[in-house]
């Protein structure tokens, strides 16, 4: 129940095109979901955050669809740039308290690569 | 504004050996949380501090503990080390537990 479930494992795009990662949760006490971009011999650096409240959430070329119901949400980059070649990761928490209170589970990563 | 700062970089210990990681939080950030990086396990949580109090602790062997000081310093030790123990340990701080989370660069522990 603690799962979260990333696809694709690895994704290629070609520059100027939209990239879309999606992850899947099973916790229904989760109400934070961050991404995170990890680039090599980097930590991961947060994105952008939604709360279950909105359904969407935009910042620059970044932005996080997000289906309550489905207990679904998603990444999509717009424009996307060579720069973006990195891998990134969906994670969710409980911000509320219990067994999940400041504790981030993590998807398993998308390596995305963007052709030029 | 410095980010998170880890210490050591690189450790290469031997099985049976203990480690003790450092990690020194953005300035202001109470809450520090250390995570376990494995290209087979991915990214698992093994504890949370708060104001030098663990919160949360993930599904790790007692062999891994750490601490958190006054000033928010942060230490992570390992005792025993095993092979499987190589990986990845990142420290990430925050103002709000779990929310917004900062991370440094990890330390790359290598057992051999």
């Known amino acids: 129940q603690q799962q979260v479930k990333q696809s694709p494992q690895s994704l290629i795009v070609q520059k100027g095109g939209i990239s879309i990662i999606n992850c899947a949760y099973e916790?229904?006490?989760?109400?934070?979901f961050p991404w995170y971009q990890q680039f090599p011999g980097k930590g991961p650096a947060l994105l952008i955050a939604?709360?279950?409240?909105?359904s969407e959430k935009k910042e620059g070329r970044f932005t996080i669809s997000f289906n309550k119901s489905a207990k679904q949400f998603s990444l999509h980059i717009m424009d996307s740039q060579p720069g973006d070649s990195a891998t990134y990761f969906c994670?969710?928490?409980?911000?509320?308290?219990?067994?999940?209170?400041?504790?981030?589970?993590f998807g398993q990563g998308t390596i995305l690569t963007v052709h030029p | 504004k410095a980010g998170v700062t880890q210490t050591p970089r690189y450790l290469i210990k031997t099985r049976g050996q203990q480690v003790t990681l450092s990690c020194s939080p953005i300035?202001?950030?109470?809450?520090v949380s250390w995570y376990q990086q494995t290209p087979g396990q991915g990214l698992q949580f093994l504890f949370e501090?708060?104001?030098?109090?663990?919160?949360n602790k993930g599904n790790f062997p007692g062999r891994f503990s750490g601490r958190q000081f006054s000033n928010s310093r942060s230490e992570m030790n390992v005792s025993t080390l095993e092979l499987g123990d190589s990986a990845l340990y990142l420290c990430?701080?925050?103002?709000?537990?779990?929310?917004?989370?900062?991370f440094g660069n990890g330390t790359r522990l290598t057992v051999t």
């Open positions: 990430a701080s925050s103002l709000v537990s779990g929310q917004a989370l900062y």
């Open positions: 916790n229904t006490a989760f109400d934070y």
């Open positions: 939604i709360r279950p409240d909105v």
């Open positions: 994670a969710a928490s409980t911000l509320a308290g219990g067994t999940s209170y400041g504790k981030l589970t």
């Open positions: 300035s202001g950030h109470r809450s």
């Open positions: 501090y708060f104001s030098e109090t663990q919160r």
